[in-house]
């Protein structure tokens, strides 16, 4: 098709009205569904070691994933597990094409399974909300109307409330919802942006997302192939199509009856009969519609099912690929990486340096120092106290400026001199190695270089 079934031939908004069948397949995306809802709504709340599930806090650049928190610091293990996510992504894809749009992403979650099921509640059908958009305005069109988009707006309230405390935190979420507005007012003036946008976007924006907005559908186009599994039609089976009739001689056609459900179910308007489009979510409300009529008339389901071209073509079994089995071995790689950095991360990074240009000095007892600038990076939850000792026992630290306690996610400035015994110093640079001590553990061991006179 040259022009996307959303639009008419003019380029104008064509307004789509799915119907529902409620199949199998939507059965399992609606017990996914239930469980993603669940966990989306009670996420800000749920604690793991009294840290949140998930916190994305960018304005105190405090981020948390399963309990564990990362700060600013941590910048490389986010840009690593992007990657990962990425890698990811592109196997899926590769795989199963864009079945995580049908099944998994929230757009399609909330759009499908909550929003349009209140507009089918209080509007009807398919024909029914056709008829409903078309008549003129009376008080039920009004009523249904108000009552429709008052819901959606509640709705989208309470979806911009949870979206914020993923933001913010489900504390000061509570702080904006419980004390005066003019105490909270960014946060306020937030929740009524984001209600807007997703009232916006769940009442008129709808399958635009999918097939204008979001640049995954075109990804899809670059990365499948003839092995990848995506919801087709079998045309080997299926086509000369026709209409079933008694009296007439089926034997030359294909199964397909052209009853165009296939079409009226679709979410974003295609027909699958075309083939494999960038608009097609891999939702599988095609699927459950032609395998009602086929059980209908006593023919094998899934005309319309999860077919790779080859499949259909060749039929050929699935087939993992060696384009599969390369991105699936430096996934692998990568999270093995991902997972090495993540159980090696300590709580407190220090960095040491010299001061430059600077030549050693003597002191009393026959000492000789160097000063060094430290940088401690607190990246627990707790505010941390610690001291800077050498390993070597005979060396002595004395502080210009002592560390003190280190806020949680923040960092200290420290100066101080090493001291170490000149009988100790054999030639003009030794390595002396330099403990973070937290409590009575040993955070973090640094080695830094220490400038002497020559053959003492």
């Known amino acids: 098709m040259d022009t996307a079934a959303v639009f008419t ?70 840009a690593l597990a992007t990657l990962v996510f990425m890698v990811f992504v592109l196997l899926f894809t590769i795989a199963f094409g864009r079945v995580f749009c049908g099944w998994i992403c929230p757009q399609t979650i909330f759009m499908e399974m909550v929003f349009r099921r209140i507009e089918i509640w209080i509007e009807g059908d398919a024909n029914k909300r056709r008829k409903l958009d078309a008549s003129e305005w009376t008080s039920e069109k009004l009523l249904k109307k108000g009552s429709k988009h008052g819901i959606f707006i509640l709705l989208s309230f309470l979806i911009a409330n949870t979206f914020l405390g993923y933001v913010i935190g489900s504390e000061n979420l509570l702080k904006i919802i419980t004390e005066p507005v003019s105490s909270h007012t960014v946060g306020f ?18 399958e635009l997302v999918c097939t204008v907005i979001c640049p995954y559908g075109r990804l899809q186009g670059v990365l499948i192939d003839k092995d990848t599994m995506v919801v087709a039609y079998n045309d080997k089976r299926g086509e000369p199509r026709g209409k079933l009739k008694k009296a007439a001689d089926q034997s030359k056609l294909g199964d397909c009856v052209d009853c165009g459900l296939c079409v009226a179910v679709c ?38 099912g999860f077919y790779s071209e080859n499949m259909i073509e060749k039929d050929q079994r699935p087939t993992f690929t060696w384009r599969m089995r390369g991105y699936s071995a430096v996934m692998a790689l990568l999270l093995g990486v991902l997972a090495y950095f993540i159980f090696s991360r300590s709580e407190l990074d220090m960095t040491v340096m010299r001061s430059a240009g600077m030549l050693y000095q003597e002191q009393p007892g026959n000492y000789i120092s160097n ?40 960092s200290a400035k420290v100066v101080f001199f090493v001291m170490v015994p000149a009988g100790d110093i054999h030639s003009p640079k030794t390595t002396v190695k330099l403990q973070l001590i937290n409590g009575q553990k040993v955070a973090a061991i640094e080695s830094t270089s220490f400038i002497g006179p020559a053959n003492n």
């Open 9 to 78: 031939d003019k380029g104008k908004r064509r307004w789509l009205y799915p119907a529902l069948r409620k199949g199998k397949l939507y059965q399992w995306r609606a017990a996914i569904s239930y469980v993603y809802l669940i966990f989306f709504f009670a996420g800000p709340f749920l604690r793991i070691g009294g840290q949140p599930l998930l916190l994305l806090n960018f304005m105190e650049r405090k981020f948390v994933l399963l309990g564990q928190v990362f700060w600013p610091q941590d910048i490389f293990l986010f």
């Open 189 to 206: 003036i937030s929740i009524w942006v984001f209600t807007a946008v997703f009232y916006l976007v769940y009442s008129q924006v709808r």
């Open 267 to 304: 979410p974003t308007g295609i027909d699958i009969r075309n083939g494999t489009q960038l608009e097609c979510t891999n939702c599988t409300a095609c699927i459950d519609a032609c395998n009602d009529v086929m059980a209908k008339i006593n023919r094998e389901l899934n005309l319309v």
């Open 371 to 410: 000063v060094y600038n430290a940088e401690i990076i607190n990246k627990s939850n707790e505010t941390k106290t610690v001291a800077i000792a050498p390993e070597d026992k005979s060396i002595k630290i004395k502080y210009i400026q002592a560390p003190g306690p280190i806020e949680k996610g923040g």
